[in-house]
Structure formats: structure tokens, C-alpha cells
């Protein structure tokens, strides 16, 4: 079953459930991947729609740092709840020791020796690690490595 086969029919067992809060999350990513589809005239596959949903979490992550500065913890509790419902649709995350071991993979077939080659080590890495990492993460790992 595709990505967006088993969201829409999650929407279908949320709506059923009467689970309003995680039926407005559901909608919320159906509304994104359909803007996309629009904008792009194309049919996302599921490596599309997993991007989609990163860049969802990513907005959600800073929502959450900007409502826990503000001391609004309602809203971050509930921009947690849609991280968490979000994440469900991802593959499985990487832990750290195999991100480590991707980052010095690619280090040392780029040859990179530097902060200046962490461009290059880093548009290697990120399509190996789409979608199972947090790239913010993962970037924190390479400037580690790179020194």
C-alpha cells in the first residue's frame, strides 16, 4: 500500500474513531501533499510525500521551540501531539552509531578533510539518510566528524 493510500485511509478509521485531534492532523498533511500535487502537476510517490512530511515536522519542531519560549506549553503539547502523528508515516529512524557510520563512509569516499567540504559530505549523506533522520541532527554529526 502506498503512502498516501494509508493516510487517507487512516483519515478513514480517524473519522470513524470521532478522533478529532488526530483527524485534523490527518487533513493537515492531506492538504499539504495535495497543494504539492497541485503546484507541481504531478503524482507524488512516496519519497515525495515523506519530504513533505519532513518539512511538516521541521515547522513543527520550530513551533514548538518558539511556543516553549513563550511559555505557551498548550500549543507546544499540541504542536507534540501532531510531531508524534506525523512520524508514524516515516520509515524507521536511524539510531546515531549508523548515522556515524554513513557520515565517515561518505567522508572518506569524498576524501573531504574539512569544514569546507561539508557541503559536499552533506548532499552525499542526505539522500542516504532521507526520511530516517533528522537532518538537523545529522548535520550536528558531520561538523563533529568533519572537525
Not at 29 to 42: F, G
Not at 65 to 94: C, H, I, S, W
Not at 100 to 108: L, W
Request: zero cysteines; a neutral charge; proline letters at 1%.
Amino acid at each position: 500500500m502506498s503512502l498516501k493510500a494509508q493516510i487517507s485511509e487512516d483519515m478513514k478509521i480517524a473519522m470513524r474513531a470521532k478522533d478529532m485531534q488526530k483527524l485534523g492532523v490527518i487533513r493537515l498533511l492531506q492538504a499539504a501533499i495535495k497543494q504539492r500535487e497541485v503546484d507541481e502537476r504531478i503524482e507524488l510517490d512516496d519519497d515525495a510525500v515523506i519530504a513533505a512530511i519532513e518539512k511538516m515536522l521541521k515547522q513543527r519542531r520550530d513551533s514548538i521551540a518558539a511556543f516553549e519560549g513563550a511559555n505557551r506549553m498548550d500549543l507546544a503539547d499540541q504542536e507534540k501531539f501532531e510531531v508524534t502523528v506525523l512520524q508514524a508515516y516515516l520509515p524507521a529512524q536511524l539510531s546515531e552509531e549508523e548515522i556515524s557510520a554513513i557520515i565517515a563512509k561518505v567522508v572518506a569516499e569524498t576524501g573531504a578533510a574539512g569544514a569546507k567540504d561539508m557541503g559536499k559530505v552533506v548532499g552525499a549523506v542526505k539522500p542516504l539518510v532521507a526520511g530516517k533522520a533528522d537532518m538537523a541532527k545529522v548535520s550536528g554529526l558531520i561538523k563533529a566528524a568533519l572537525g
